[in-house]
């Protein structure tokens, strides 16, 4: 069974641009949420798609956005890109909507800001 | 708002040393509990779950967690580490609620030495 995959591995961008992440979740798996990883904050919760709805959403700018569609997928979006943005951005999905249902994550997105 | 604490950033033993990473967390209702390891280069892989039941789980690895319910502590333990356990290791906690996101502790970083 394919894992978590996330696209692209690698994103080198400048400040003020906008870059697009991309997620497939582990086959039937209908919740994927985000996060950004950095060294001095651990995992940060972006937010958290179920049956192409957001459930939930964290504490960071209307910057950060994403969407889920039919087929579970999910793009996240950061627009107007600023130094602090450069992170590792995390996707992980899970079966379904129960609160004891484990995520499984993906190798993650490195983005890197110039 | 529900936070996660964990007691350690780094911790640093000789292989065949017991291993315990200290959980706490701050919500008092009913919780689902992970543990989740990251080895260098891999992405997150979930260790063990408390859903409910018996307090003491047991993981791959030979790692094992207790719930103490009174002290909201979800602590991680192995009687004998190897090199091979050097990771970074993150708990997690997500309220028995429906739409409640996770919320991961800071980490703890374990360096195994030969």
């Known amino acids: 069974k394919a894992g978590v995959t996330q696209t692209p591995r690698y994103l080198i961008k400048t400040r003020g641009q906008q870059v697009t992440l991309s997620c497939s979740p582990i086959s039937g798996h209908r919740s994927v949420s985000w996060y950004q990883q950095t060294p001095g904050q651990g995992l940060q919760f972006l937010f958290e798609?179920?049956?192409?709805?957001?459930?939930n959403k964290g504490n960071f700018p209307g910057r950060f956005s994403g969407r889920q569609f039919s087929n579970s997928r999910s793009e996240m979006n950061v627009s107007t890109l600023e130094l602090g943005d450069s992170a590792l951005y995390l996707c992980?999905?899970?079966?379904?909507?129960?609160?004891?249902?484990?995520?499984?994550f993906g190798d993650g997105t490195r983005l890197s800001i110039l | 708002a529900q936070s996660v604490s964990q007691h350690n950033h780094h911790v640093i033993l000789s292989e065949a040393a017991s291993l315990e990473l200290g959980c706490n967390y701050s919500y008092g209702g009913t919780v689902n509990l992970f543990w989740y390891v990251q080895y260098p280069g891999q992405h997150l892989q979930l260790l063990l779950k408390y859903f409910s039941g018996d307090p003491l789980v047991k993981g791959i690895k030979g790692f094992e967690a207790e719930f103490i319910k009174s002290k909201f502590s979800f602590n991680l333990r192995k009687p004998s580490v190897q090199w091979s356990d050097t990771a970074e290791y993150f708990c997690?906690?997500?309220?028995?609620?429906?739409?409640?996101?996770?919320?991961f502790g800071p980490g703890t970083r374990l360096s195994v030495l030969p």
């Open positions: 798609y179920f049956s192409e709805t957001q459930r």
């Open positions: 992980a999905s899970s079966r379904g909507g129960g609160s004891n249902q484990p995520q499984h």
């Open positions: 997690a906690v997500r309220r028995d609620n429906y739409g409640q996101n996770f919320v």
